[in-house]
Every structure is written in C-alpha cells, then in structure tokens.
C-alpha cells in the first residue's frame, strides 16, 4: 500500500513539474521584457553618442544590434524582442533624430 501511494505521489509532481516548466518557457514575464528594454535603449545611447565618420562602420554596428535583437527571437521570447526594437528606436528617434533614418 504505502509503494502505491509513493508511486502516486511521484507520479503527481512529475505532472506538475511538467506543467509548471512549459508555463514558465512559454510566458515572458515583465521583468524580462523591460530588461530587454533597457538593452535596447542601451544599444541606441552607442548611436546617438558617438560620431560616424562613414556609412559602412554605422552599418557594421547597426549589423551587431540586429544579432543582439535575434537572440530574443532564437530562444522564442517574441515579446522581449518587440520591446527591444520598439526602445532602440524610439530612442534613437528621440535623441537623433539624423541617424533613425539610417535604421529601419
């Protein structure tokens, strides 16, 4: 008797601790979305502080901003990536606006 309940019991927080895991990679909580955020605006303040002396080194970096943005894609955090895209440019918007037409 006390083997099935142990067996029952087992088998009971193997199903919640499946169901908890799929919640948890399936959900963005806010903290990662503002964090996100926060690297977006990051990302923006190395456009607007600094001089171009060229297009092609502006595009090198804007190159490496998308890679950073992709990586919320990759590990599917759609949300995350969306706030990241919606800060750096409304910064870069805000602050230079002479670069943001650079950035599509």
Same mark, same amino acid.
């Given at each position: 008797m006390q083997r099935v309940t142990l067996i029952s019991m087992f088998a009971a927080a193997t199903l919640l601790g499946v169901g908890c895991s799929k919640t948890d990679k399936g959900e963005e909580t806010a903290a990662q979305v503002e964090a996100a955020m926060m690297q977006g605006?990051?990302?923006? /303040?190395i456009f607007v502080n600094r001089e171009w002396k060229d297009t092609a080194e502006l595009q090198a970096r804007i190159k490496e901003t998308r890679s950073r943005r992709a990586q919320y894609d990759t590990i599917g955090m759609k949300r995350s990536a969306e706030a990241f895209d919606s800060a750096f440019v409304s910064t870069? /918007?805000?602050i230079n606006p002479s670069i943001a037409k650079h950035i599509k």
């Open positions: 605006r990051e990302a923006a /303040r870069i /918007r805000t």
